[in-house]
């Protein structure tokens, strides 16, 4: 199983950043599994930020609930992460995670794509 991020490395404030995951080696339709956003910021933890599961059901970080949707498209078998309003505690390394049965612990993940928000 492959998982790829993509998207804009550079967001100004007030955006919204978008960023896609595309993934080889197994669907995002399968049952039980969950594909997911992580996030480290520098210097600091990871972040899990939600999950869509392979029912379409979403689950979200109750602190970024306000501002974060996930979504999904099953031809391309690829999900997307939509972050609004950025502002520089956003800056991260964006990370697209897979999930089996529950959102605990992650078994796969992307390699990774810095984000910086900045005018």
């Known amino acids: 199983v492959q998982l790829q991020e993509s998207g804009p490395g550079l967001v100004k404030p007030s955006q919204t950043l978008s960023l896609t995951c595309t993934v080889s080696g197994d669907s995002i339709t399968t049952n039980y599994y969950y594909w997911g956003w992580i996030r480290q910021p520098p210097g600091k933890g990871l972040e899990w930020m939600g999950a869509?599961?392979?029912?379409?059901?979403?689950y979200y970080s109750p602190s970024l609930k306000s501002r974060t949707s996930i979504s999904r498209d099953t031809s391309k078998n690829q999900f997307t992460l939509q972050l609004s309003s950025v502002t520089p505690e956003d800056i991260a390394v964006y990370y697209c995670?897979?999930?089996?049965?529950?959102?605990?612990?992650?078994?796969?993940w992307g390699q990774g794509t810095q984000v910086t928000v900045s005018s």
């Open positions: 869509i599961a392979w029912s379409g059901s979403t």
């Open positions: 995670v897979r999930y089996h049965r529950s959102i605990i612990a992650a078994d796969y």
